[in-house]
């Protein structure tokens, strides 16, 4: 009653205006839960009816099982599904209990402080340009092996089996070392919902070891909160193709990897033994996925009689000891490939057994550098394209996403993680059979489509908790002084959660920059990436220029996430030195602690 | 596009009709006039081609080739408005299957492809179900510096006859590099060379088949160890298993013997310039007599390497550039071509400083001073150990690659 006229008939307009908008959202919302399945469905259409035979575009007809006969034809085929199996949960199992010894051995200390802060790093590291660093590393002419050289008097390299070994070893390394940040990130998370102080102080009281309180006590409680997360890791594991085409075995080489060349064969047939390959490798993924849940209900019902039986154990912290050692002597494995990989891009001649190169030049960078303008512009463009579109729809679904049935709510979110559920390989020979069909291949916008399939399910999941943690009283307050709920969102909400949201958009770029298949699929060869050049250089022998790409896959990210860091704080500096209503805003922001970081200080 | 259809059916058709009676004339190329009756409509392609976008299929796994192609798009665009696009490929068989899928869907206009970088089989392919157009060779201005006389495979692709289909672009031949500093004397036949390397193991390997450097070592064991190599002139037949059959019986002695005793290959010919850099090989194979040289250029190999061919020669053939039937860029894609077969280009490509990939021009048909610099060249590049002229062997027909490429999958892949 205070307002004059003129700002009442502005709030008017804009009340209109904003109800208009979110009414057509309100509707929109409705058609989220259908888009995602009829996706699936179509994924799923596009590789099971060539599988049987059925491929119009390259002249099938006809229903056949001739595909499964050429499948079961190939040479080694049997060889490659159990590699396959054996890298994939391989490297799952592994990453687990390397995640599992890190929360133990170091919940608390310098350590787990400290890995917070260079996990995320790492993290946004593309899976390849880690796979290129660890062959530099491990390789037989690599920085271990120069180490090892003058003790073991090697003037060669030695002729031994470290990287692209038909057991795929060197593949599961080069996979724990990237799966393990990420389930230590997920698990950074858990513990901050999680109530551990407590029960640790409860179990010692009770007087068990500190070992048997984390495994009985702690750990119940945490890993249904990672679940996801692992399966997460299982079916990429699973179904990895570039880090396996630069570490992988290659005689012969991973199924995913037979199926890619199947799919880029100049032999129409071998299309259609693609997608039987490409069905085999979803029944294999999901085959695992239903024997791992099985094996976690069989473990927890077996280990009931462990769990409760009252054995207090004994204090074993030599095992703490160790297991803090593993895990950082991973982590700096880990960044000495990464160190090495920039090293070799500045080197001319560094010939085994030298340890640093014999001619450090700029001529590998002066060189090729405008070579490289072309994929870093598309890298760039797709990404940033598909995270700020990834966020936009991410926001849009935190906003409305509660107006549906708890069961569509369910649902909605059981899809959007499904393409990461599901291997890519399968997924994106399902849905690039009826791109080629379409002839809708081979343009920006669908790379960027089927980026944002990917990029999208980790900007929601980023986006959750600080949604879920926003206090709305503030928006009721917003909403009472402006009367527009557009108003209220835009001025309230949203620099309120600036923050994350610009760690959305960078997580996006990251997860976009490390693609490789869904470039190669939907952009019918016309569109490179650092990513998928960096793969193509991986089987030449220029190791400056493959060091070149490599760091620039790690430059991307991380510029981004450094922007993410540096914007809000900038603009929440304008922000406060210009708005008269900042003060009511800071001082709000200022009560407004998010309980994470509250439990994470403690 | 639009520009393209417009001007394209009648210079097509004409290109046709001239090269139809080129054939009946049988000489492939006799006199300069010929040319000049084609100045007219040289100049209407150039008209068509500007401002049109080539989309080049080339293999893209080698900085000094990329970077080769990235000069000839500068050069395009300021010359001719042309803007040449480096689809870089590692393998260029998807680029096949993909025209052929274009041709299966109907997608008769505005394909993916405007020049594909091919030869052997992948022509053939293209070639026998009409996916190509042309023929276009003859009427490109700069085809008068080739010499089919001199140099046989730039009309005859692995024993199928080109007819302007494709225009020849680089010439490629088996050769050895091999490490001074670890190896005296090389050996020079397939039998030298299974004893060094009993003598002397894990020093070799060959990139696995189907890459073609590794199905071309196949095929190079095979002409020197069956009594009949012109067998191999003709298609594989029933007989296969027992014209192989010493083959397989060498192949089973050497893998032992090999780097990592056989149980895994090297993914491609140059994966092996940096083994051998690294000291792990001692001998790296090669489809380019420069490669050597061009690789101590880069930095990538050790000054003490130097090339050899085995006592018989070795093989050799052409690596070409074909224009797919639905490419939206035609006259672009022929103005490329001309290009890169310009006395200019070709020296600038066989440069071991840029690329090293030896020309397809003779040296008789050029002007006096490009005769020179080319010359002078070729004294510079070489890496190889006696000046004696290096005998070539024609290519097998081209049924043996895939044939090939299967068996060897089937015995050697576990």
């Known amino acids: 009653m205070i307002n004059s006229t003129s700002t009442s008939t502005s709030s008017y307009a804009a009340r209109s205006y904003s109800s208009r908008w979110a009414y057509l959202a309100s509707r929109g919302v409705y058609v989220i839960p259908w888009l995602f399945p009829l996706l699936t469905a179509i994924g799923l259409a596009g590789i099971i009816l060539p599988a049987f035979g059925w491929l119009p575009a390259l002249g099938y007809n006809s229903f056949s099982l001739a595909p499964w006969q050429q499948l079961l034809a190939t040479p080694g085929l049997w060889t490659m599904i159990l590699t396959t199996l054996f890298t994939g949960v391989g490297a799952t199992l592994l990453s687990l209990l390397l995640t599992m010894v890190f929360l133990i051995s170091s919940w608390n200390t310098r350590l787990w402080k400290l890995t917070g802060r260079t996990l995320p790093p790492l993290l946004a590291i593309p899976h390849s340009a880690l796979a290129i660093g660890v062959v530099f590393l491990l390789s037989p002419s690599g920085i271990v092996s120069r180490i090892l050289a003058v003790p073991m008097d090697w003037l060669h390299p030695p002729d031994l089996l470290t990287v692209n070994d038909p057991w795929g070893l060197g593949l599961i390394f080069a996979l724990v070392l990237k799966e393990v940040p990420f389930l230590c990130l997920m698990l950074i998370a858990a513990v901050s919902q999680t109530p551990i102080e407590r029960l640790l102080t409860t179990g010692r009281s009770l007087g068990y070891s500190h070992l048997q309180c984390w495994l009985k006590l702690v750990w119940p409680l945490l890993y249904p909160k990672i679940r996801l997360s692992v399966m997460i890791v299982l079916a990429f594991s699973l179904s990895v193709v570039d880090v396996s085409l630069i570490i992988g075995p290659n005689m012969p080489p991973l199924l995913p990897v037979q199926i890619l060349q199947w799919q880029q064969d100049p032999d129409p047939a071998l299309a259609l033994a693609a997608a039987a390959g490409a069905l085999l490798l979803l029944l294999l993924v999901g085959l695992c996925m239903a024997c791992w849940l099985q094996l976690e209900k069989v473990l927890t019902s077996g280990l009931r009689g462990w769990l409760t039986g009252g054995y207090r154990g004994r204090s074993r912290s030599i095992l703490i000891t160790s297991g803090r050692l593993l895990f950082s002597g991973l982590l700096v494995l880990a960044w000495i490939s990464l160190i090495v990989v920039v090293i070799w891009s500045f080197s001319w001649r560094w010939r085994f057994p030298d340890i640093v190169p014999s001619d450090i030049s700029l001529r590998a960078w002066i060189r090729f550098f405008p070579g490289m303008l072309e994929p870093l512009q598309t890298t760039i463009t797709v990404a940033l394209t598909c995270s700020v579109v990834g966020v936009l729809l991410s926001v849009f679904c935190l906003e409305y996403c509660h107006r549906l049935s708890r069961w569509q709510q369910r649902s909605i979110v059981f899809f959007f993680y499904l393409p990461l559920l599901l291997p890519q390989m399968s997924f994106l020979l399902g849905i690039q059979t009826p791109l080629v069909a379409l002839h809708l291949d081979g343009y920006w916008w669908t790379v960027a489509a089927c980026h944002l399939l990917y990029v999208f399910p980790y900007c929601y999941l980023s986006l959750v908790d600080p949604w879920q943690k926003y206090d709305q009283r503030f928006s009721h307050a917003g909403l009472i002084l402006s009367g527009s709920r557009v108003r209220t969102f835009l001025k309230v909400k949203l620099p309120m959660l600036i923050s994350p949201l610009f760690t959305a958009l960078a997580l996006g770029v990251a997860v976009s920059t490390a693609l490789y298949l869904p470039t190669v699929m939907a952009g019918a060869g016309r569109y490179e990436t650092l990513t998928t050049e960096a793969v193509a250089l991986a089987s030449g022998g220029n190791r400056r220029l493959l060091a070149l790409y490599a760091v620039m896959q790690m430059l991307v990210p991380m510029i981004f996430f450094g922007l993410a860091i540096a914007v809000p704080r900038l603009s929440s500096l304008r922000l406060s030195s210009l708005r008269l209503s900042s003060l009511r805003l800071s001082s709000l922001r200022r009560n407004h602690s998010p309980p994470k970081r509250s439990t994470h200080e403690s | ?414």
Do not use: C
Request: hydrophobic share 40%; proline share 7%.
């Open chain 2, 1 to 414: 596009m639009i520009k393209n259809t417009k001007g394209y059916p009648l210079t097509a058709m004409l290109t046709l009709l001239f090269t139809v009676t080129l054939h009946a004339d049988v000489p492939l190329y006799t006199e300069h006039t010929e040319h000049t009756e084609h100045t007219d409509n040289w100049q209407e392609t150039l008209n068509a081609a500007k401002g049109q976008t080539v989309y080049m299929n080339a293999w893209g796994g080698s900085a000094n080739i990329n970077n080769y192609l990235h000069w000839a798009a500068t050069e395009l665009r300021r010359r001719y408005d042309v803007k040449l696009r480096h689809v870089k490929v590692d393998d260029i068989a998807p680029v096949i299957s993909r025209v052929i899928a274009e041709k299966n869907a109907g997608r008769n206009t505005g394909g993916s492809a405007d020049i594909i970088w091919l030869n052997g089989e992948n022509f053939r392919t293209l070639n026998s179900n009409g996916l190509l157009y042309g023929p276009f060779a003859s009427r490109l201005p700069n085809w008068r510096y080739i010499d089919p006389k001199e140099k046989p495979t730039t009309v005859v692709d692995f024993g199928e006859p080109v007819n302007g289909m494709e225009v020849p672009w680089g010439m490629a031949q088996l050769v050895f590099i091999y490490d001074t500093a670890l190896v005296s004397k090389p050996p020079k036949t397939m039998q030298e060379l299974l004893s060094f390397s009993k003598k002397n193991p894990g020093l070799f390997t060959y990139p696995a088949p189907p890459d073609f450097v590794g199905t071309t070592f196949l095929k190079q064991a095979l002409i020197e160890l069956i009594a009949n190599p012109e067998r191999l002139q003709k298609p594989v037949g029933d007989d296969f298993n027992r014209v192989t059959k010493p083959l397989w019986d060498y192949l089973d002695a050497l893998h032992p013997t090999l780097w990592r005793r056989g149980r895994i290959f090297p993914n491609s010919s140059v994966a092996m310039l940096s083994l051998v850099d690294d000291g792990e090989l001692a001998f790296a194979l090669s489809f380019n007599p420069g490669a050597a040289r061009a690789g101590i250029n880069d930095g990538l190999l050790p000054n003490t390497v130097r090339t050899y061919v085995h006592k018989g020669g070795t093989i050799g053939n052409s690596h070409f550039l074909a224009i797919p039937y639905n490419s939206s860029a035609k006259a672009a894609a022929e103005v490329t071509i001309n290009f890169l077969i310009s006395p200019e280009a070709q020296l600038r490509k066989a440069d071991p400083k840029i690329w090293g990939d030896p020309t397809v021009l003779s040296a008789s048909r050029l002007q006096p001073e490009d005769q020179k610099a080319l010359k002078q060249q070729n004294a510079a590049a070489s890496t190889f150990d006696n000046k004696t002229p290096i005998q070539t062997l024609t290519e097998p027909h081209p049924d043996w690659v895939k044939a090939l490429e299967e068996a060897w999958l089937k015995r050697y892949r576990r």
